[in-house]
């Protein structure tokens, strides 16, 4: 173990706590009857929210907690098996990016830099037949299941339940941006929405730039709803400073996503987070809820002025959650190397949509590599 100044807390690290800025607490409650008031409700709240800070808790959203307890100890029980088992179905076995996501799965920058993180990834399930299947590294196609009796039912049930919750908050978005939302809703019949089950490593590294839990990074998608475990989660608020986000029992947290920044021309704010590194083991769950991969991401019509343009070229769903996974998991990062994945889009250094942090009594934080890993 690392005593005295290695273990304290770096100073980009800092961060203000919940007390000092409160994140807002948006209540779902009025969607469960299915009125239209309900909608216009939660619609001005989610609105305000995503407009602010891009970050935001959400209660009363209708999920059963059985559902969450329960895809917590499949969770548990899967990543708590022998590594033997877990490679059995080793995400580098699909081009579609499904199963187990070892540690050494890491960013580019391994081992130099760290995150302390292994998952599973699950996705929508997609027919064997699908053309983007076929095709292959388009994030589509039919899931992967370990052999644990029960365990692909409690998996998908938690899926559904979560990404219904995801329709409907797609819907309220879609109303607050005054745009149809059928026409949001026609992008999203076959989505690159992945679920992760991550659980965060035991180690006895320090908190650093190095050595983290998840690297700084914004979400690819729509918008992201997380359940966590445990602390260690940070999220940029709208004066760009770092403010911690504890689990609030009952609450998902949700952050907008690159994809709702560009539709609203820069309108929401696609939110850096990171997990720092607890050095204990934690669990989370996000799903990441996103589009269809030929979907074509631009400013909507109402925002689509030659400067939203500009800063927000047209791009497709896939396409971008490829660009920024390249380089996120080894397996992909070679086959990128060896020719066996030849994009046909261009792989940029870092995330268009990347922000930096302003210091809280400190340095600017360093860099960080697009990481989902
Ligand atoms: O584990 C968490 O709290 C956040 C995970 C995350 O940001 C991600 O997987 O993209
Ligand atoms: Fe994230």
Redesign the pocket.
Known sequence: MHDGPADALPADHRALTLEDAQLPVVDLGPLADGSAEGIVTVAASLGAAARTSGFFYIVNHGVPQELVDGVMAASKDFHGRSRRFKMRNWCGFSTHHRGYVPFEENGSKFPKRINF?E?WDMGFEAPADHPDFLAGWRMTGPNVWPEIPGWKETVSAYYEAVFALGLRMLDCLAFELGVDRDELRAQCTCPTSQL?L?R?VPNDMPKSTDYV??DS?S?FECF?I?H?GGP??QVMNADDQWVE?PPIPGAF?V?IGDIFEAWSGGRYKSTQ???LNQGTE?????L?FGLNYHAVVQPLETFRTAEALERYPPFKAGDHLMRMTIGGFRYMSDAHAKGELVPDFEVPEANPFKREAKPIGGEAAPEAAP??G
Request: aromatic share 10%; glycine share 8%; proline share 4%.
């Open positions: 993180n998952a992760r991550l965060y839990g998840i990074h979400d992201t997380l966590t260690g989660l986000a947290v952050n987070h990171r997990v934690r669990f989370s769950c996000p990441f990481a989902r």
